[in-house]
T-cell receptor
C-alpha cells in the first residue's frame, strides 16, 4: 500500500514553454503533498507543501508564480513549471502523506530537461 | 530549526564488509527519524524509521539504525554489504506528528567494490 506515482518520468522541453508534472496517490487519500527538487549530487530541497483544497505554502526563495502547484483532489497534485529555462532542469520528486500516516511516501521522480 | 548532518559524502566498502553510515540531527523536541535509499535516477525508498520505543530499529534489506539521543545520532548499519546496496543514502528528520516538512541530509553515496 501507500504508492505514489509521477507522470511523466522524463520530459524534455524547449526554453520558454510550460511543463506540468502530475503526482498521484494510488491507494490512499493524500491530505498533504510535498514537492521537492534535487540537483545533481545534492539532497532534496523542499519547494512547497500543499494541502488538498488549499493554496500551497512555498519555501523561501521558491517563486510561486514560476512553480504553480495545484492540489485539487485527495489523490492528485500537479506542479507546473512556467516559462521553463535551462536552470530549471532538475529532478522533481513529490511525496504524499495521508491521515494517520507518520511518514511521507515518495514518487519515483520526474527528470526535467530544458533545452 | 531542524537540520541533518551526514558527514560522509562518499564511502567505499568491500562486498561482504560491514557498513555504518553516520547521521547527526538537530531538533528541539523528540524527532521522527528516517533513512531513505535512492538508486540513480530513481525516487526514494524508505529503509527504516524511528518514532518512539526501542532505539534499535530494523528495516528492509537487512539494515538497522540506532537512535542515540545523547549523541543526537541515528546511524545506519548493515553487517554485510551486497553489491546491490550501492546507492545514495539520505537521513531525514521531521517533527513528531503533524503534517510538517521533513529535512534531508546531503546524502552519502555508497560504493561497493568486489
Amino acid at each position: 500500500g501507500a504508492v505514489v506515482s509521477q507522470h511523466p518520468s522524463r520530459v524534455i522541453c524547449k526554453s520558454g514553454t510550460s511543463v506540468k508534472i502530475e503526482c498521484r496517490s494510488l491507494d490512499f487519500q493524500a491530505t498533504t503533498m510535498f514537492w521537492y527538487r534535487q540537483f545533481p549530487k545534492q539532497s532534496l530541497m523542499l519547494m512547497a507543501t500543499s494541502n488538498e483544497g488549499s493554496k500551497a505554502t512555498y519555501e523561501q526563495g521558491v517563486e510561486k508564480d514560476k512553480f504553480l502547484i495545484n492540489h485539487a483532489s485527495l489523490t492528485l497534485s500537479t506542479l507546473t513549471v512556467t516559462s521553463a529555462h535551462p536552470e530549471d532542469s532538475s529532478f522533481y520528486i513529490c511525496s504524499a502523506r495521508g491521515t494517520g500516516h507518520n511518514e511521507q511516501f515518495f514518487g519515483p521522480g520526474t527528470r526535467l530537461t530544458v533545452l | 530549526a531542524q537540520s541533518v548532518t551526514q558527514p560522509d559524502i562518499h564511502i567505499t566498502v568491500s562486498e561482504g564488509a560491514s557498513l555504518e553510515l553516520r547521521c547527526n540531527y538537530s531538533y528541539g523536541a523528540t524527532p521522527y527519524l528516517f533513512w531513505y535509499v535512492q538508486s540513480p535516477g530513481q525516487g526514494l525508498q524508505l529503509l527504516l524509521k524511528y518514532f518512539s520505543g526501542d532505539t534499535l530499529v530494523q528495516g528492509i534489506k537487512g539494515f538497522e539504525a540506532e537512535f542515540k539521543r545523547s549523541q543526537s545520532s541515528f546511524n545506519l548499519r548493515k553487517p554485510s554489504v551486497h553489491w546491490s546496496d550501492a546507492a545514495e543514502y539520505f537521513c531525514a528528520v521531521g517533527p513528531s506528528g503533524g503534517y510538517q516538512k521533513v529535512t534531508f541530509g546531503i546524502g552519502t553515496k555508497l560504493q561497493v567494490i568486489p
